[in-house]
């Protein structure tokens, strides 16, 4: 199967193909995977070196123009380094943009703690009008780059990542799905964490909720769900602990509730190991998710 980051690669270069408004900027990463694109279409794909912030102004001068700028690199030089240029360029000029990003959470450890980007999301948080999508196998992040691109002129991201789901759901980029039914509790499972959620909650008596869109928030799936399940929420994201539980507590502000948001710790941890051995540090691999959900939930088993 191929991961992610090669369907963007190739869904990316038919978007250019098919669309006149459709343009790349890359920073360096992933140059390679765009140079028939960039050989089909020179002035809608560009590539301004190891340059994010110019990454990110070029997006937006683009998009002044007209055009459809998807931008792309990883999460911690998209997000994080540029951040500025985000919240000025894009938010403060009022125009939009899809940026793609890749390496996640911890999704290459070797590349050290510069490369990577628990509090992506949440520093997206802090500004207003963004659709994030977190899609967790590449047929979904198919669809949702699809989505994002034909959005008009929204500020989309888009988050991929290496992690993912043996099969793919079908995801419309905006609503939660409902993948299990339980009464004792909801479990938000986002993205590329719902193998390991239905893992973790197998024979417990809990509504599993899958999202691929977290931005916006899906309060009507939630409050759904808690109608039946009762209003005991888990959150499991695939990055920074706790980034959807005010999200949560909003769409439940009328009524009573518990949420515990799990996720990447903020502690760093310095060894470079491997995905598999992150995941268990952090506490987000099947087993340890069973014990902090089934603990939260008081272990509610189906009858």
Known sequence: MDTMRDRFASVASRLLDEDPRVAVVLAEIGADGF???????????????????????????????????????????????????????????????VLVSAAASFDWPAGGFTHMAPGDVALLDTLDGWTTHVPGHPDEAETLLRHAVAAGDDKVYVRLSVQSNAQALAVDGTHFRRVREGRAGVVVAVGPMLDAVLAATEGLDVTVLYATTVRPFDTVALRRATETAGAVVVLVEPYLAGTSTSAAGEALVDVPHRVLGLGVGRRELRRYGNVDEHLAAHGLDAGSLRERIGGFLGAPQRV
């Open 35 to 97: 140079v028939e694109a960039r050989r089909k279409h020179p002035e809608r794909v560009i590539n301004v070196g190891i340059r994010e912030q110019l990454l990110i102004g070029t997006g937006a001068g683009l998009a002044l123009t007209g055009l459809r700028p998807v931008v792309h690199t990883f999460a911690g030089f998209l997000v994080e380094r540029p951040f500025e240029q985000v919240k000025l360029d894009l938010g403060h000029q009022d125009v939009g943009a």
